[in-house]
């Protein structure tokens, strides 16, 4: 690996190679579900809505109860954006708030039917245009990629990005430089 004096690795090293990747996939899922231009008719479910569903559900597999506060943390957001969020969700008729069954004072969030719809067909559609992305690979090309990316998934869930760290660097980095005028 090629350091400079700044600590960065070359370009075509694996890390840079996969940092520029992941930028340009960010938005693989968001892009269908952005909204329109205002000439263009509002699509039908935005993309802060199916993150809700797919939290929802992925939660239900392993709590008997979701809280708003099990989503902030699914979707690491404030606890404030995740109760704006699942309001949202509610309002679209894909979550239904109901009564917990632990403790009368907080609600228990379930997907609605419409829910479970909604995040049935976006599902088949994600997996569709994947493997159409894969088509031409072989199949032990896609069974090596999965099990890597589902590798890498793991480690970075396991040992999330130092958020502190990085505004330390950056501020450390605009103090050097002389205020804008």
Not at 58 to 87: C, H, M, W, Y
Not at 159 to 169: F, H, I, M, S
């Amino acid at each position: 690996m090629n350091d400079d004096a700044s600590g960065a690795t070359s370009d075509d090293a694996p890390g840079a190679l996969i940092d520029v990747a992941l930028f340009r996939l960010r938005r693989i899922w968001s892009r269908p579900l952005r909204a329109r231009k205002a000439t263009e008719s509002q699509r039908p479910v935005h993309m802060s809505n199916v993150m809700v569903v797919h939290a929802l559900h992925k939660l239900s597999l392993d709590v008997p109860e979701v809280t708003v506060g099990a989503v902030a943390e699914q979707l690491d957001v404030d606890p404030s954006t995740a109760s704006r969020l699942v309001n949202d969700a509610i309002g679209a008729g894909f979550v239904e708030r109901e009564e917990s069954a632990v403790d009368a004072r907080r609600a228990r969030l379930v997907l609605s039917e419409r829910g479970r719809r909604v995040l049935e067909a976006v599902v088949r559609h994600r997996r569709t245009y994947l493997n159409g992305l894969m088509s031409d690979w072989d199949e032990s090309e896609r069974e090596v990629f999965a099990r890597l990316l589902a590798r890498f998934a793991e480690a970075a869930v396991a040992r999330p990005a130092n958020l502190a760290g990085l505004d330390q660097v950056i501020a450390a980095v605009l103090a050097e430089m002389p205020a804008p005028r």
